[in-house]
């Protein structure tokens, strides 16, 4: 008994810092589509300007999700978590004193490629210490940090934007890795399979053993079909949180303050539709469940265009909406994580949400187009949509048939089974 709860307390240390990395993570993916119209004043600027700072924060993020996950490989999940803490907070604490908007777009980019690894590196080390039984619940729960961190966002733009400018959000996204190197050190172990395999293996695997992995038993078509859906997800997810709360200001009349104290919803919404993906995803199609999530996410989005803002209807859907769009994109996440063994998971899920950064590099620049065309906010809010119900009703489909034809992960492939 004594050496479960051991082990319980063990793994039990890692969910808590990894969620507190993604809740980091979160943060700082989500905090820039909340102050972009602040910060465009700031400089002198009308937001739609700010599509640069969009499109440099994205091609660093495209640039770290494909990086990062190999070195990881090569020098260890923990001290890339570690390196990645130290440049996120220094990157973005730099931004934040950015004399213009154009060295301000450089340095997101910058801090960018060390935000990206956070999710695939984080994922794949404790994927290798949860136990399998429980692998869809507590990799949710370890998800919830993003939703929570996007939310936390959201708490920042409302409460301290008035208060200190847009700057002081960024501090806080800055203050938070630095604050988070200790727990770290303290609590997070070395990958297993970085520990098992000889320094001198680890030099020797090269790009085309890793695409050989990825692509490899017949994984292709799946790795395909993966880096698609990650496109689109990604774009649409980036597209939706750069540009709502200006949609929202710009065709809709609604204050920046105004839509950030409501966009707090998300941390109800967003954690249980996380938390509830894992749960479900163990017990039942994790498929068939992520199809839904990404046609509830598509439809509710286009609903909040039909509802009245400040009202207790649009509270709810706003809510329900927030539940089924985290739903949607932990779900990819696991059914990603599951797809791949331990010898390739960070480099495949890697380069899968690699495929989903260039998708979030191109999308903020559709967003932009769509404002400078003033429709309605209905309209909008339709078109930003539309990916998320190509995904449900064709793609997604797709990819279970793919994966049927694909060599099972096993078990102990998929985690390292605890008894």
Partial sequence: MDRIAERH?????????????????????????????????????????????????????????????????????????????????????ASSFAPSITSFAWLRGFTGIFIAGVLPVGLSLLSEKVPAARFGTLMSIALTGMSAGAAASGISAAWLLDLYGWQSGI????????????????????????????????????LTDQLSGVFGERRAIVTLLLWIICFLTMGQTALVAVWMPTYFQELGGISIQRF???????????????????????????????????LGNGL?????????????????????????????????????????????????????????????????SVGAFILIARPSLLVALCWAAMPMLLLGLILLPLLGMAQRRMPSVSAKETVVAHA
């Fill in 260 to 294: 950030a104290l409501i966009a707090m919803l998300s941390l109800i919404g967003g954690a249980l539709g996380t938390l509830a993906i894992g749960w479900v995803q163990d017990r039942a199609n994790a498929l068939a469940i992520l199809v839904l999530a990404y």
């Fill in 9 to 93: 307390q063990g793994y039990g240390r890692i969910v808590a810092v990894i969620t507190l990395l993604l809740f980091i993570d979160g943060f700082d993916l989500f905090l820039l589509g909340k102050i972009a119209p602040a910060i465009a004043a700031g400089y002198g600027h009308e937001p739609a300007a700010l599509s640069g700072v969009f499109t440099w924060h994205q091609a660093g993020l495209a640039i770290g999700a494909f990086l990062m996950p190999m070195f990881a490989d090569r020098y260890g999940a923990k001290r890339l978590l570690l390196v990645m803490c130290v440049f996120i907070g220094l990157g973005s604490l």
């Fill in 300 to 364: 509710g989005l286009a609903a909040l265009g039909l509802i009245s803002f400040g009202t207790a209807g649009f509270a709810i859907a706003f809510t329900l909406w927030t539940f089924v769009q985290s739903a949607s994109i932990a779900g990819l996440s696991l059914i990603m994580t599951r797809a791949y063994p331990v010898s390739i998971r960070a480099t495949g899920v890697g380069w899968a949400a690699c495929a989903g950064r260039i998708g979030g590099m191109i999308a903020p």
């Fill in 171 to 206: 501090w806080l996204g800055a203050a938070l890795p630095i604050a988070a190197i200790p727990l770290v050190i303290a609590w997070l172990p070395e990958s297993t399979r970085f520990t098992e395999t000889s320094a001198t293996r680890r030099r020797s695997v090269s």
